[in-house]
C-alpha cells in the first residue's frame, strides 16, 4: 500500500486554461474526498465520493469545477477556465469508511495549483 | 461564527515544556474529533481521534474532550523542536464531511 497517491505534484497555468488533477486513494478505502487549502487556512471540503457515487458538492464550487471517480478506484478533479482565485493545493483523502476509523482522513501529498 | 474554531498562533513554548492547543466547534451534534500536524509545505496527518468526554493519551499527547462546553484540547508534553508546526483540529458530525479549523502554528524553542 502506497497510500494516497496524487498527480500533478505541481502546475502553473494561464488563466482560462482547464486544468485535472488525478487522485488514487488507498485501495481499501472506499471513501474519497477533495479539500482546498489555501495559505494559513485549514482545509475546506469541496466533495465527497462513496464507492464511485458523488454525494456531495460544497457550495464552494462552482460550475467550474467537476470531479468523477469512475469505477470507485482513482478520482479526477476538473477545473475549467480557471482564475486567480484558483490557486490553492487541491489536497485529496481517503477514509476505511468502516469502523474503526471511518472518518479517518489520510491525505495525499496535494496538487498546488498557480494560476497567472 | 466558524464551525471550527482555533486560535491562530503562533503559540511559542521552551524545548522540553507543555505546548497546550485548543477548539471550539459549533455544532453540538459532533462525533469524532481529530488533531491532524501539517508541516510547512506538506498534507496534515492524524495525530490523534477522540470520540468520548475525557482524556485519551498516546505518547506524548493527550486529547481531551468536553461535548458539554463543546471544546477539544491537545496537550504536548515535552515538546521538542520537531514538534514545530502547525496543528488543526476537525470536527465530524457524523456523516461524511470532515470541517477543519485554521490550525494554530507552534514553535518549539531549542
Known amino acids: 500500500d502506497t497510500g494516497v497517491s496524487q498527480n500533478p505534484r505541481h502546475k502553473i497555468t494561464k488563466r482560462g486554461q482547464n486544468v485535472t488533477f488525478r487522485c488514487d486513494p488507498i485501495s481499501e478505502h472506499n471513501r474519497l474526498y477533495w479539500y482546498r487549502q489555501t495559505l494559513g487556512q485549514g482545509p475546506e471540503f469541496l466533495t465527497y465520493?462513496?464507492?464511485?457515487?458523488?454525494?456531495?458538492k460544497s457550495r464552494l464550487l462552482s460550475d467550474r469545477f467537476s470531479a468523477e471517480r469512475p469505477k470507485g478506484s482513482f478520482s479526477t478533479l476538473e477545473i475549467q477556465r480557471t482564475e486567480q482565485g484558483d490557486s490553492a493545493m487541491y489536497l485529496c483523502a481517503s477514509s476505511p469508511g468502516t469502523a474503526p476509523g471511518a472518518n479517518v482522513l489520510t491525505f495525499g501529498a496535494g496538487s498546488r495549483l498557480t494560476v497567472l | 461564527q466558524k464551525e471550527v474554531e482555533q486560535n491562530s498562533g503562533p503559540l511559542s513554548v521552551p524545548e522540553g515544556a507543555i505546548a497546550s492547543l485548543n477548539c471550539t466547534y459549533s455544532?453540538?451534534?459532533?462525533?469524532?474529533f481529530f488533531w491532524y500536524r501539517q508541516y510547512s509545505g506538506k498534507s496534515p496527518e492524524l495525530i490523534m481521534s477522540i470520540y468520548s468526554n475525557g482524556d485519551k493519551e498516546d505518547g506524548r499527547f493527550t486529547a481531551q474532550l468536553n461535548k458539554a462546553s463543546q471544546y477539544v484540547s491537545l496537550l504536548i508534553r515535552d515538546s521538542q523542536p520537531s514538534d514545530s508546526a502547525t496543528y488543526l483540529c476537525a470536527v465530524n458530525t457524523g456523516g461524511f464531511k470532515t470541517i477543519f479549523g485554521a490550525g494554530t502554528r507552534l514553535f518549539v524553542k531549542a
Open positions: 465520493f462513496q464507492n464511485e457515487a458523488q454525494l456531495e
Open positions: 455544532d453540538r451534534v459532533s462525533q469524532s
